[in-house]
C-alpha cells in the first residue's frame, strides 16, 4: 500500500508538469522572499507611551538618519496634552502612531471585566482614530500582558501587535544599550524581524539616555546592507500579505505572467517582492499588467521584482 501510494503521487506530479500547458517546474521555486528586498533581515524601532522626548530627543535623531518609527501612544494623556498636531506631523513625516491604550493602568492579562478591556482596547482605537490622520493599525499592550479574551477584542480594528499572536516578531528591549549590538548581529545571522522596544530619553518608565539611542541607530545604520528598516506597520503588513498571497503563473517558460491574489481587505498596500530563479543570463523584459513595479534587481540566482500587493506583471525572456 505505501509503495502504491508513493507511485500514485509520482505519477501526479508528473503529470502537472509534463502535461499542463500553464505549469513548468521553474514556476514551483518563484517565491515571495521573507523580507522586503531580499533582505537578510528586518527591523522595526518602537516607542511606547509618546513620552515628551519623542518630540524634542527621538524624533531629531531618527530624521538625522532617515529612520522611521513606530509610536504607541496612551489615548487619554494624548488628549490631556493637545498632541494631536504633534503626532499628525509624524505620521505625515512617514512615522507610526499606533494605539497603548486608554489609560495604561492595567495589566490586559489579568482583567476578567470586559466592560475595561472594551474601554482601554477599543475605545482608545476611537480617540485615536477621530484625532489622527490615520486609525491606529498597530496595538500596544501596556506591560506586554495579554489574554485570549484581550487579544478577541484588540483584533476588532487593530490588525498587528508585538507580542501577539506569540513569536510574530523579536522583541528586543532597549535598556541595556550594549547589549543590542550582539542583539542585532545574532537577529541578522538568524533571519529575525528584530523590534526594538523603549519608552522615553530621560523621561517616563524605565528610562534610556540619548547616548544609548545614539549608538543603537549608529548600530542600525552600519548594518543597513543587510536589514530592511520599517515602520512596525509596513512590516507587519509584509509579513500578512506574503502569508496570504497566492502567486499566480501562466504562460510558458519564456513569456509568462505573474499574479499575486489575496482576500485582503485595502489597507494592506505594502510592495511584495518576489524571486524568480534562472532568469539573470537573459536580462528579462519584465512590464507592469496590473499596479506599479517599484524596483527589480538580479543577482546571480534570481531576479528580484518589487511589486503592489495584488499586482501583475509580465516576463518575456529576450
Known sequence: MIKFRSLLVFLLVFLLFSCGGDVDPLFVRVRITKFPENKTAALSITFDDGCPSVFTKI????????LKGTFLIIARAASERQEWDKWNALIA?????GNHSMTHSYY???IEDNAILEREIDSSYFVLASHLSKPPFSFGHPFHS??????NIVFKHHFATKIS????CHMVPL?????????LKEGIEKRKWIVTTAHGIDDCFAPITYEVLQNVVQTVVASRNDLYIDTFENLSK?????KNTEVRITGSADNFTVTLINDLPEIFNVPLTLAIPNLSADQPEIVPLKGKIWSTRTDKRNTYVTVDPEGSFSVKRK
Do not use: W
Open 165 to 168: 499572536p506569540q513569536g510574530f
Open 146 to 151: 495579554t489574554s485570549p479574551q484581550a487579544d
Open 93 to 97: 513625516n512617514g512615522h507610526e502612531v
Open 175 to 183: 535598556y541595556n544599550g550594549p547589549s543590542f549590538k550582539e542583539e
Open 59 to 66: 524624533i531629531p535623531l531618527l530624521d538625522q538618519y532617515n
Open 238 to 242: 509584509y509579513k500578512i500579505e506574503r
Open 108 to 110: 490586559l492579562g489579568t
